[in-house]
T-cell receptor
């Protein structure tokens, strides 16, 4: 079955350090991949997407993600973490033949320590 | 302001009762979605609609029903057949930019 996996339930990073939130995918054909962020008791906000083209995708709030076909990964990164980056992060994808379906991973909680 | 409005924000229901969650958008988006969020399980797709008067089941449609009579409205009914309805429900729409969903603030349903 097609899916994305977020292997870490929680990631802790000190403020100012680089952060990485991991996502691996198992998707048929060329994947459409996305990252979203959720702040407490709120809806999700779109950060970035990979459809085709450059493997390094830049998004909102200084985040970027690198599509790696050989490792089937789409890790979210930021060079310098802020306390305000603390939130729940979701990787998502569109299944092949799935019309407009967008399927989410289980999420990774990111804690930025001051 | 344009966006997605979900109501009510909090809802309590007795077992055996149906409840309808409202989702309205003024973004002129064609596609709309309902997701359920449970701790540790991420978001799971309940139903989605790509156009008025048409909708498709997602991964966990059992015990839920929807309608799409108007472009701007996509209400979700949680029926008494849903065995574990206590959850956070999120509605979203998608516009011209593929994959960019706009989410409402969510409705938290608690079954007593």
């Amino acid at each position: 079955a097609q899916s994305v996996a977020q292997p870490e339930d929680q990631v802790n990073v000190a403020e100012g350090n680089p952060l990485t939130v991991k996502c691996t995918y198992s998707v048929s054909g060329n994947p459409y991949l996305f990252w979203y962020v959720q702040y407490p008791n709120r809806g999700l906000q779109f950060l970035l997407k990979y459809i085709t083209g450059d493997n390094l995708v830049k998004g909102s709030y200084g985040f970027e993600a690198e599509f790696n076909k050989s490792q089937t990964s789409f890790h979210l990164k930021k060079p310098s973490a802020l306390v305000s980056d603390s939130a729940l992060y979701f990787c998502a994808f569109t299944p092949k033949g799935g019309d407009d379906k967008i399927i989410f991973g289980k999420g990774t909680r990111l804690h930025i320590l001051p | 302001d344009g966006g997605i409005t979900q109501s009510p924000k909090y809802l309590f229901r007795k077992e055996g009762q149906n409840v309808t969650l409202s989702c309205e958008q003024n973004l002129n988006h064609d596609a709309m979605y309902w997701y359920r969020q449970d701790p540790g399980q991420g978001l799971r797709l309940i139903y989605y609609s790509q156009i008025v008067n048409d909708f498709q089941k997602g991964d966990i449609a059992e015990g839920y029903s929807v309608s799409r009579e108007k472009k701007e409205s996509f209400p979700l009914t949680v029926t008494s057949a849903q065995k574990n309805p206590t959850a956070f429900y999120l509605c979203a729409s998608q516009g011209q930019t593929w994959g960019e969903l706009f989410f409402g603030e969510g409705s938290r349903l608690t079954v007593l």
